[in-house]
């Protein structure tokens, strides 16, 4: 499974899971800081990778939620605020192996809420 990390995470997060072989890309990598999200978000649901973003928001706005439909995108929401480059690859460490099942065997679209520690995916309801 590919995944697509929004400009919300920094590229230290990409950088790293790609020094241990994961198959991971950060917006930067194929558009410029600013693209709109819809976008990004035809490009990760053509390509088939699951999103990875801390937009907690993204799926409240309507032209995010009709892309991510429209284009089976599966998503996964990192939650907690404030929180530290460290903090940030400790959540996403511990969450990997269910965010790799999940995208794996879950039909598209969904969108998933990682919990602050990494232990716990929350399916979330595509309004």
């Not at 499974?1 to 899971?17: E, K």
């Not at 990997?96 to 879950?106: F, L, N, V």
Request: glycine share 8%.
């Amino acid at each position: 499974m590919t995944f697509f990390f929004d400009n919300n995470i920094g590229q230290f997060m990409v950088l790293g899971l790609r020094g241990f072989g994961e198959d991971v890309y950060h917006l930067t990598d194929h558009f410029p800081p600013d693209t709109r999200d819809e976008v990004w978000l035809r490009f990760v649901g053509d390509q088939r990778m699951a999103l990875v973003t801390r937009d907690k928001r993204i799926r409240r706005r309507p032209l995010e939620v009709d892309a991510i439909k429209r284009h089976n995108v599966g998503a996964f929401i990192l939650v907690g605020k404030q929180m530290g480059k460290w903090a940030q690859i400790e959540q996403v460490i511990h969450a990997w192996q269910k965010m790799t099942e999940a995208a794996s065997s879950t039909p598209t679209p969904f969108a998933f809420r990682v919990n602050r520690s990494g232990g716990k995916l929350e399916r979330l309801p595509l309004p």
